[in-house]
């Protein structure tokens, strides 16, 4: 083979290099559209300045957002449902006696009602997981009404006609909330709200 039937690459010294670390960056336009200098500016929020923590960013939220046309009614309650924290791991609510209180009373109705049989498990199949969910009930004035727990199964990993047949998901339409709502004024009764602890479908 003769040298002039070899092809080399060639680059030119003007011609930019490719690849990692030699790409020219470009600022992102994402954000070109928006305008931030035409933000208006609220007073300052009331709390104090030592709890104030510099986050870095050129216009911070609490500058523009702030509780200062919230009746103190609305502050307290706002207060009141950010200060107690919801759980999402089994391994940090049960450091909690409340949570552990409130996982109790779900395991004592769930036997109480005989939701489920101890059984041997089939040849061949596999137990489905389950996790628990926390919530925290709030009255209208924000007070912590009670602790809820409730362990639900992972649907993620059911499959239809193996581990479930039907579905059933009872949902309440608006209309009907509504209706209800538009008697009860018209007729001037009183409408009290019920929380169920525990329900379940047979």
Partial sequence: ??????????VSPTEPLL??????????????DYVT????????????????????APY???????????????RAFLASISQ???????????????????????????????????????LGKKTLSCKWVYKIKHKSDGIVERFKAWLVILGNHQKEGI??????APVVKMVTVHTV?????????ELNQMDVHNSFLH
């Fill in 84 to 122: 107690e924290k919801e759980h999402v791991t089994y391994t940090d609510a049960v450091k909690d006696s409340r949570w552990r209180d409130a996982m109790k009373s779900e395991i004592h109705a769930l036997e109480t009602n005989g939701t489920w049989t101890t059984t041997q498990l089939p």
């Fill in 60 to 74: 911070p939220i609490t500058d523009y957002v702030n509780y200062d046309y919230f009746s103190l009614a609305h």
């Fill in 19 to 32: 690849g990692r670390g030699h790409r020219t960056k470009q600022p992102s336009t994402r954000l070109q």
């Fill in 1 to 10: 083979m003769d040298t002039q039937d070899i092809m080399f690459p060639f």
């Fill in 163 to 168: 581990d479930y047949i039907d579905t059933f």
């Fill in 37 to 56: 200098n035409t933000t208006k500016r609220l007073s300052p929020s009331n709390c104090s300045p030592s709890l104030k923590v510099d986050s870095g």
């Fill in 181 to 189: 709502l538009v008697v009860v004024a018209t007729r001037a009764w």
